[in-house]
T-cell receptor
């Protein structure tokens, strides 16, 4: 069965430090992959997506992610964390489900940014 | 501003009462979804609709119903609320396969 695993439910970094949020997926066919961000008391917002084009995907707010088929990974990075990056981050994979496609969600990673 | 509007933003509901959560989008997206978000369980799909006039069951459909009479509206109804339906509910939409979802701001529902 397809699944998404986000390693680390909580990640804490210092302001200015590298942000690395890990996502591994299982899928028998090339997937579409997404990262979403959720700020407190808000809905989810699309950060970036991979849809079989360039393997390095750039998103909003300075984030990027690299699709690595051999590692079945789609880790999210940002070179320098900002206090405003503190939020919940969700990885998702779009897979075939019969005649439809559906999103499989990771459980999320809460990012804290320390001054 | 294009997007999804959910109403109400929060509600306290007595157990056994009927409740409809409203969701309206103005982006002409074909597909719409209802999720519930619970601590430690992430996002779980309740119901979805690939296009107006069709609906389908997600992972946790029991106790919920939906309708899709037109492209813009996708209401979620709790026929007889129970405390386990206390959650934050998100409506989302998507134009087509491979596109990301647009989410509403959510409805925080407490069933007492």
């Amino acid at each position: 069965a397809q699944s998404v695993t986000q390693l680390g439910s909580h990640v804490s970094v210092s302001e200015g430090a590298l942000v690395l949020l890990r996502c591994n997926y299982s899928s028998s066919v090339p997937p579409y992959l997404f990262w979403y961000v959720q700020y407190p008391n808000q809905g989810l917002q699309l950060l970036l997506k991979y849809t079989s084009a360039a393997t390095l995907v750039k998103g909003i707010n300075g984030f990027e992610a690299e699709f690595k088929k051999s590692e079945t990974s789609f880790h999210l990075t940002k070179p320098s964390a900002h206090m405003s990056d503190a939020a919940e981050y969700f990885c998702a994979v779009s897979v075939n489900a019969g005649n439809n496609r559906k999103l499989i969600w990771g459980l999320g990673t809460s990012l804290a940014v320390n001054p | 501003i294009a997007g999804i509007t959910q109403a109400p933003t929060s509600q306290i509901l007595a157990a056994g009462r009927r409740m409809t959560l409203r969701c309206t989008q103005d982006m002409r997206h074909n597909a719409m979804y209802w999720y519930r978000q619970d601590l430690g369980l992430g996002l779980r799909l309740i119901h979805y609709s690939n296009t107006a006039g069709t609906t389908g069951k997600g992972e946790v459909p029991d106790g919920y119903s939906v309708s899709r009479a037109n492209t813009d509206d996708f209401p979620l109804t709790l026929a007889s609320a129970v405390p386990s339906q206390t959650s934050v509910y998100f409506c989302a939409s998507s134009p087509a396969i491979g596109y990301g979802y647009t989410f509403g701001s959510g409805t925080r529902l407490t069933v007492v």
